[in-house]
């Protein structure tokens, strides 16, 4: 685009050139008409500054024509000459009127560009101007020291050396692109942009790209915007936000461990709380069991020593007489109840024992019949008369058990068989091994155990009703039924009132 300009060198050789065309006009002669020579210095009147120089120039001009053909002799009567002359003189003003006119657009013109100048140089953003090729061929000041340039030096130069080296030649083949389908568009959509600064710093912009046409081709107009401070204000936000992520995650693993903490205490205090009451249990259980110790103790003890008191005073006065027949029957009696009270004592040494966990079963090879025998003839002094043991085993006869325990077992079952069986009652033992298992029964022909109370049968100091005319603890059974756990055995029974019991005994391997 180009504009002309208002000279006043040249105004004032118009004001000459109007003079010497007045001068030239008086001069010649009337047949040398020059008077459309004014038009000349109306056109050249553009170059004028104010549009009232031009109507002025219109004004003389004219004066200067009629004066000229009033001055100047001539054969044709003034009037005619003078109509001769309107033509020129309409041609004056027409001329002015234009150039008037041109004026009047050049002062609009003149202010757009004053607007668009200040626009342009003002404007805080970068604004450049490329045409087709990427030549920069307008950048305001903003942009030039947003990118380290001094006044008018990016001029001429491509928008490459803007952008870093690694991404200038991808960025050639955008351009290309750009102008293939020109549209507003901002760059990089999504993408971090970043702008070369004349030192080789590097630092984040934002580009928009505007195309238009005009008389020098097709150019774009770019808006740059230093993205530094938004960059860094966005960095901040992430870390601040990471920032806040870690301590939110550490306030949770905190509220975790603080949960996991009141957990692990509400469990230690439940654990305690069960503890306690546990050892209230035992403790209340305790106590019961040493009110029944004592209540059965102070019994099951003072039958066999009245029995042995009597007996031992009776033996005194039949051995005064010499009636042997007495004094054995006495000594007898003596005999079987300091048995007894060894059994109770025994029942509650191994019920000690127990509680306390001194007991550990050690297995080693065991012939079992060779036990169950050895444990009849150990009894054989308990049995009442005409009661017999009947044995039969089947399998193996060596098994892999503890021999002390199931000894115990083994008269602790035997002998509440003879306890309870009449005289002349068959006492029936059978045993039966394999590779992974053994088992042992006692059947006895007994008072039976009544079916409500078969459940309570292997609780400590439990006797059953129609078993108290009998001597004994209550702690048989529940020794028997521990030491059977011990050997990873277990024990059952199956009994009717008035016709016997069966217990056994499995052990397996």
Known sequence: M??????????????LFAAAVFAADLLLPTHFDI?????????????????????????????LTVIAIALKPHEAPFEQVLMRRLPPIVSFWAAAFFVVRFISLREIERQQEGKFEALFQYATNGILLTNKEGHIIMANSAVEQLFGYASGEMLGKTVEVLIPHRLAQKHEAHRQRFHQRPQPRSMGIGLDLFGLKKDGTEFPIEVSLSPF?????????????????????????LQKKQELADMTAALRELNENL???????????????????????????????????????????????????SSAGLIMQYADKADCANVKKHAE????????LNTILTEFLSLGRLEEGHIKPQSAPLDLPACVENVHQELKNLFKNGQTLQYSHTGPTSVRLDGGLLKNILINLISNAIKYSPENAAITVQSTANESEARISVRDKGIGIPKSEQKHLFDRFFRATNATNYQGTGLGLYIVQRYAEMMNGKVGFESDVDEGSTFWVAFKF
């Open 333 to 340: 009696r003596i005999k079987n109840a300091v048995n007894s």
């Open 213 to 237: 046409s005009s008389a020098e081709g097709e150019l774009v107009v770019a808006f740059v915007v230093d993205n530094t401070f938004r960059k860094n204000y966005e960095q901040s936000i």
């Open 35 to 63: 008077v459309f020579a004014y038009l000349l210095a109306h056109f050249l009147a553009i170059y004028f500054r104010e549009k009232s120089d031009v109507i002025l120039l219109a004004v003389i001009t004219t004066t």
């Open 2 to 15: 180009h504009t002309i300009r208002s000279n006043p060198r040249l105004a004032q050789l118009i004001w």
């Open 259 to 309: 949960e996991s903490k009141v957990a692990e205490r509400t469990e230690e205090l439940e654990q305690a709380k069960n503890e306690l009451s546990a050892a209230l249990e035992k403790e209340r259980e305790l106590g019961e069991l040493k009110s029944r110790f004592v209540s059965m103790a102070s019994h099951e003890f003072r039958t066999p020593l009245t029995a042995v008191l």
